[in-house]
């Protein structure tokens, strides 16, 4: 089973920026990704970034430019720089393993492994 354990979040300024950790640990099973996804209230949870384990990313349109996955080199941490960030960034922030087709392409969290999340409030 995987455990994941997300920070970092907080409220911030529109324009702000934040930096988000995620370490994990456990068994990822056949997971060549891991990603970061949001859920606003009464939204459906939706993808961020991703990164593989090569190092190839996915992002969100809503985030290009503005966001940064990274990860440590064990792959026990996953980062996310968010920067110039805007108020409808606000939501709880989710890490979790996935799979993917490859760098570009979205991972999908096929196991359904979930932190607790962190919260991330962007105020205008």
């Known amino acids: 089973q995987v455990q994941l354990l997300e920070s970092g979040g907080d409220s911030v300024q529109a324009g702000g920026s934040l930096r988000l950790s995620c370490v994990v640990s456990g068994y990822r099973y056949n997971s060549n990704c891991m990603g970061w996804w949001r859920q606003a209230p009464g939204k459906e949870r939706e993808g961020v970034a991703s990164?593989?384990?090569?190092?190839?990313?996915y992002y969100a349109d809503s985030v290009k430019g503005r966001f940064t996955i990274s990860q440590d080199n064990a792959g026990n941490t996953v980062y996310l720089q968010m920067n110039s960030l805007k108020p409808n960034d606000t939501a709880t922030y989710y890490c979790a393993p996935a799979v993917g087709s490859g760098s570009g392409e979205y991972c999908y969290p096929h196991l359904g492994y979930w932190g607790r999340g962190t919260q991330v409030t962007v105020s205008s």
């Open positions: 990164i593989y384990t090569g190092g190839g990313t």
